[in-house]
C-alpha cells in the first residue's frame, strides 16, 4: 500500500554542521514530495518541495534531492542554526488524488 | 499572513461522547482535510472535502467519522462515539484553488491542531 518511510527518527548535530534526513516512497507514480517543519506547539509549514522532474531543488541553506529511480529523497540542511530545531515531516503525493502521505518525522535538534 | 484556525486546542471527552472539532479554514481556499497524528506516530490522512462534498477518505474515517461545512466559513469534524484509540493530535489544513490537479503541487496549510484526549 501507500507509505513513505522517514529516517532517523532524532538527529542530533552541533551548530554549524550539516543535517540529513531522508525519505523512501512506495507509490512509484508519486510526483511531488514536499517537507514541512514542524516547531514545538506550532502547526506544520512547508518549507521546501520537489517535482518529480527535477533531480535537486536548493533555497538557501536547505536543499532536497530527489532519486525516482531508488525512490527516495532527502533534505539537507547546511550550517545548522539552533532555530533549525524542529520536527521535519517528508511527504509524498499520491496519483490521481488530492492527499499527501506523510513520513514519521524527524526531530532534529541542533546544539550550542 | 491568513492561517488556519482551530478550535479548541485541547478536548478531553470520555469514551463513547460525541466531540466536534473545529476549523476556519482560509477564506479563499476551496479544498480542505483533515490529518490526524497519534501521538509519536506519522501524520496520517483522514479526508479531503471539495464542493460541500468529500472527495477522499482513507480507512480510518468510517462511520463514527463525519465532516461538514456548516457554513461559509468553518469546517468541522465528528466523531459520534469516542474510542480511547482516537486519542491523537487532529489537524485541519487547507489548499488554494489554483494550480490544483490531483498528484500535488498544491500547499497544505495547516492549523495549530486539536489535541484530543479519550478517557
Known amino acids: 500500500g501507500e507509505n513513505v518511510e522517514q529516517h532517523p527518527s532524532t538527529l542530533s548535530v552541533q551548530e554549524g554542521d550539516s543535517a540529513v534526513i531522508k525519505c523512501t516512497y512506495s507509490d512509484s507514480a508519486s510526483n511531488y514530495f514536499p517537507w514541512y517543519k514542524q516547531e514545538l506547539g506550532k502547526r506544520p509549514q512547508l518549507i521546501i518541495d520537489?517535482?518529480?522532474?527535477?533531480g535537486e531543488k536548493k533555497d538557501q541553506r536547505i536543499a532536497v534531492t530527489l532519486n525516482k529511480t531508488a525512490k527516495h529523497f532527502s533534505l539537507h540542511i547546511t550550517e545548522t542554526q539552533p532555530e533549525d530545531s524542529a520536527v521535519y515531516f517528508c511527504a509524498a503525493s499520491i496519483s490521481g488524488t488530492y492527499k499527501y502521505i506523510f513520513g514519521t518525522g524527524t526531530r532534529l535538534k541542533v546544539l550550542a | 499572513e491568513p492561517e488556519v484556525t482551530q478550535t479548541p486546542s485541547h478536548q478531553v471527552t470520555q469514551m463513547g461522547q460525541e466531540v466536534i472539532l473545529r476549523c476556519v479554514p482560509i477564506?479563499?481556499?476551496?479544498?480542505f482535510y483533515w490529518y490526524r497524528q497519534i501521538l509519536g506516530q506519522k501524520v496520517e490522512f483522514l479526508v479531503s472535502f471539495y464542493n460541500n462534498e468529500i472527495s477522499e477518505k482513507s480507512e480510518i474515517f468510517d462511520d463514527q467519522f463525519s465532516v461538514e461545512r456548516p457554513d461559509g466559513s468553518n469546517f468541522t469534524l465528528k466523531i459520534r462515539s469516542t474510542k480511547l484509540e482516537d486519542s491523537a493530535m487532529y489537524f485541519c489544513?487547507?489548499?488554494?484553488?489554483?494550480?490544483?490537479?490531483?498528484?500535488?503541487?498544491?500547499?497544505?496549510?495547516f492549523g495549530n491542531g486539536t489535541r484530543l484526549t479519550v478517557t
Open positions: 520537489i517535482r518529480s522532474n527535477v
Open positions: 477564506s479563499n481556499h476551496l479544498y
Open positions: 489544513a487547507s489548499s488554494a484553488p489554483t494550480s490544483m490537479g490531483t498528484g500535488g503541487g498544491f500547499t497544505l496549510h
